[in-house]
Structure formats: structure tokens, C-alpha cells
């Protein structure tokens, strides 16, 4: 078991040096909370166990869990999505970040050159014939925005191009569905579209959210694979319930329900509607590339209720909870998988974080007593935080020892005179209970 260090159980760590090294990550953490609150918005109340109870309720209806609990599935999920959670052999395109829309949660404002391309375009098509050019293989490849159907010769020149050098490849679109009707839908159909994806917007007129789904009816009869992908606000339950009947009525495949994201701006926005931060925002922090934001309480908590909802009303379409964790892991995978790195770090199958293992002060010559014993002499001491570091699968041999261990969670970082491992977070673990095959 490994057990999460925060500032309500620091101080009971009993070793000192251990509890000063702790510290230097509480305090990384008390700056992030500070600079979340700098921007107007402020954190829940920890519903971690409301959440683990219907996380369980879930298990108990035999929900396929995936991706280290980070995504729920029932029924079908798209081909797309499993090949997201570690990001290989999958691109995304986009012609412009042009939007029609205004919602209060886009995250694009936060994409690199923003500003430029909401004015300007990019050549996804060249782009994609380019990289394929030069060996690069996909098994799936989109085109998102902005709004895609702004542009409509662009994007079917996109997805031509894509069916004529890769014709295997899984291609889907991202659309508000606004500019649809049957003759792009037809035209989409030639040039080979595998999937398309749709967004409802919660806060739109009732009537506008019809003319949705008779687009999305449409599409279902062209388009072999049709699917909703939303956030979930907090407290549009009900609506969602509605959302779910309305889908499974029409027959599409699926919906990816979305852990809804405060994306930097527009405070004023979550604020008059009651939103606040998820407490805690992630389970490790990290400057991920995933621009959608940080997690809004009890989003989630709606997510699981709606997976429950679809479960007991024996819905027939795939209903899929994506939380904004299960969005990461693809760049943790791509940045640490098949590097060769220390003998001391273990590659997390699960999180996919390098792992190892720490004790500090007067513990340290307790393990090397250990350690000769046993003829392990894999490991290194470090004198600046006085911890002696190894592999967590050596834990198993200090079960007879009172010990605290931390273990550390790494990432692998390209700079621009090379490679470095770069620790992210300590956690604490002891030997009696640590089981390295369920808790790494």
C-alpha cells in the first residue's frame, strides 16, 4: 500500500529527515494551491471518499475499469480512446482554432499561438503528407479545431489525403455539428471517415440541442462509427440523464463523458456558477501538455452517477468516463517509455512514472545491513538529503524492519543538452504491507 503524503499527514512521519525532504513537496504544493486562488477560484472540500464509494458501486456492477482506474467503461469504447491512454501511433490535426462558439470553458486559449491561428490556417493535409513522407505510421489520426466545418474544402481534402496514403488508419472528426447536412455527410463518407464526435452544449436552448440530434441521427446513417464526447457541469444531472436517453433512443455508439476543466480564464464564469477546484487537483503535479485545465469538483462524482444511471437503465450505447487524468497519461508514456535509466528505477506499468525507493537518516544503515545480507548492492546514497535510494522491488527484503520508505515517482525530461530524470513527487510506503506487483 502506498499511502499519499499531504499536509494533513506529514507530521506523522516519525523519521526527520524523511519529514524535511516531504516538506520541499508540500510546499511546491502550497504554491500551486496559492497560485489557483490568485485567479479567483477556490478549492473544495477532499470528497475523495464520496468518490471511492461510487467508484466501488461501479466495481459491484462489474464496469470495466482501465488505465489505473482513470477511465470507466460500459458497453463500447472507441478504438481511439484505448489507443490515447499511451498516445502512440495517434495524431491530431487542426485547420484553424476558429470558433463560432463561445464557451466559457474552450480550453484552445490556452493552445501555443492561439491568437494566430484564430485568424490564420494551417495545412493539416500537407502536414499529415509530410510526416507519412517520412515513415511515420498512425492507426489513427483526427481533425479537431476551432470549429473543423468552417472550413469545409480543407477538411475533405484532410480526409482524402488520409484515405488515399493510409487507407487502414482510424480517422475521426471533432464538431459541433452545426454546419452538417447530408451532402458533407455523404461527402465525408467518400473520402473514408471513420468516426465522427460531436459536442452538445448543456446551456444551449432546447431547441438547438434537436437540431443536434437530428444531426447526429443523420451522421449514424453515413458514418460508421458516431459518438457525443461533453463535460459533465456539476449539477446538470438530470439534463445528462435526459442526454443519455435521448443517445441510446437514436442508437449512436457512445459518449465520453468529460471531467469538466477550469482552463485559466474566464473565472468569473465558473465562479457565478458555483464551481470549484477538485481537491486535490492531480495526484501528481506536473506541467502536462493537455491544455484543458485543472479538475472541477464533483464533476466527476456526476460522471460516476451517470455510468451507474446507464448501467441499471441497461442503456445499449457505450457510456465512457474520461477523466482529465486519463488525458495525461499519454504524455507520461511517451516521455518515459524505452528510455534506459538507472537499475534503481522501476518503469511503472500502471502509472507509468518511474518508480524507486528512499530512506533517509538513521535508516539508512539498517537497509545496508540488509542489503549485504542479501548481496544487493544496487544503490546509491545521497549526501545532500542524507537518503539512501533503490529499487522498490528490494522492499520485500526490509519486511522485518520498522521503516518508513518514500517512494518517488520520476519523469524523463528532453532539455537541450540531453536527457534528465526528474522526481515529481514522494509518497510513503511500509515494508509490511507494500506489495510492488499492486502498488507500482
Known sequence: MIIEINNLNITQIKNPEFSHYAQIYARVYDHFIEQIKQTGMELDVNIVEETHQKLQNLRELQTKFRNNDKSIVNNWISSACETCQKGMGTVTFYISLMCHRNCYFCFNPNQEDYEHYTHHKRNPAEELSQMLKQGQKFTHIALTGGEPLLHKNEMLEFFRLAQEMTPKTHTRLYTSGDFLDREILQDLKEAGLKEIRFSIKMEDPEPFKQEVYERIALSKELIPAVMVEMPVLPGSLKEMKDVLLELDRIGIAGINLLELCFPFHNAEEFI?????????????????????????????????????????????????????????????????????????????????????????????????????????????????????????????????????????????????????????????????????????
Open 272 to 440: 457565478k456558477r458555483g464551481f470549484k477546484i477538485k481537491n486535490p487537483p492531480f495526484k501528481v503535479l506536473y506541467d502536462y501538455w493537455y491544455a484543458g485545465g485543472l479538475p472541477i469538483s464533483r464533476s466527476e462524482l456526476e460522471c460516476l452517477e451517470l455510468m451507474e444511471f446507464a448501467l441499471n437503465r441497461q442503456l445499449k450505447i457505450g457510456v465512457h468516463y474520461c477523466s482529465l487524468e486519463n488525458k495525461q497519461t499519454g504524455q507520461i508514456y511517451q516521455q518515459n517509455y524505452g528510455h534506459k535509466v538507472s537499475p534503481l528505477m522501476l518503469f511503472s506499468p500502471r502509472d507509468y512514472f518511474f518508480k524507486s525507493a528512499k530512506v533517509f537518516g538513521e535508516d539508512i544503515e539498517k537497509v545496508k545491513k540488509v542489503f549485504k545480507k542479501k548481496k544487493i548492492t544496487e544503490y546509491q546514497i545521497n549526501q545532500d538529503y542524507n537518503f539512501l535510494e533503490f529499487q522498490v522491488s528490494h522492499i520485500k527484503q526490509l519486511k522485518d524492519l520498522d521503516l518508513e520508505i518514500g517512494i518517488s515517482s520520476n519523469i524523463m525530461e528532453h532539455r537541450e543538452d540531453g536527457n534528465y530524470m526528474r522526481e515529481l513527487k514522494i509518497d510513503l510506503a511500509y515494508p509490511e504491507d507494500f506489495d510492488v506487483r499492486n502498488d507500482i
